[in-house]
């Protein structure tokens, strides 16, 4: 299994410019999540997926979009990038379920830069 | 806005001693989590430790949990160079226990002196 996988590894935009981040699993997991890690604060939760076509907002989610159409695939979509959003940007998935097993996979990580 | 906060933020240590992280959290959970991360990587899952559980171990990994005062620890036992990384505890306080997505503290950054 190549597990959670994050494309691309690294991406400059310029302020106001869109941009859809990647992010795929093959482990069939229902559950799916985007964070941001800042320096010096941790990772953010950016907006989550319990399953395929629901959503919902975490922590941070202004200035970006989500949408899961199937099981294995969650994009993050950039509406117009500032220069706020620079960060590294993780996702996220899990198996959920009645055993309580929520252990938390995550890919590599996309570095961003927006200037 | 955080619901975990590692303690100390930086340790550097000597190699073969043990390392001792602390966290602490503010409201009722349902599990809690430590990941590692290398630098320049993504977090990887260390353990999982419940609400009513009061310590936990997997190999030189101990963790502990006091709910009543809102605190974890993450020992690691004879530590290694290869356990430089930076370690963040994980808090859900969801009735979905976590599966919606954690809230995650600052981290400790650990660095092991050869």
């Not at chain 1, 795929?24 to 907006?47: C, F, K, T, V």
């Not at chain 2, 073969?16 to 959290?25: K, R």
């Amino acid at each position: 299994n190549a597990g959670v996988t994050q494309t691309p590894k690294f991406q400059v935009l310029k302020t106001g410019q869109s941009m859809t981040l990647q992010c795929a699993q093959d482990m069939n997991h229902e559950y799916m999540s985007w964070y941001r890690q800042d320096p010096g604060m941790g990772l953010r939760l950016i907006h989550y997926s319990v399953g395929a076509g629901i959503t919902d907002q975490g922590e941070v989610p202004n200035g970006y979009n989500v949408s899961r159409s199937t099981t294995e695939d969650f994009p993050l979509r950039l509406l117009s990038a500032a220069p706020s959003q620079t960060s590294v940007y993780f996702c996220a998935s899990s198996y959920g379920g009645w055993d309580g097993n929520y252990e938390q996979y995550f890919g590599p990580g996309t570095r961003l830069t927006v200037t | 806005s955080q619901q975990g906060e590692e303690d100390p933020q930086a340790l550097s240590i000597q190699e073969g001693e043990n390392a001792t992280m602390n966290c602490s959290y503010k409201t009722s959970i349902n599990n809690l989590q430590w990941y590692r991360q290398n630098s320049g990587r993504g977090l990887v899952h260390l353990i999982l430790i419940r609400s009513n559980e009061r310590e936990k171990h997997s190999g030189r990994l101990r963790v502990t949990l006091d709910t009543s005062k809102k605190s974890s620890s993450l020992l690691i036992t004879a530590s290694r160079a290869a356990d430089t990384a930076s370690y963040f505890c994980a808090t859900d306080a969801s009735s979905g226990g976590g599966a919606d997505g954690l809230t995650f503290g600052k981290g400790t950054h650990l660095i092991i002196q050869p």
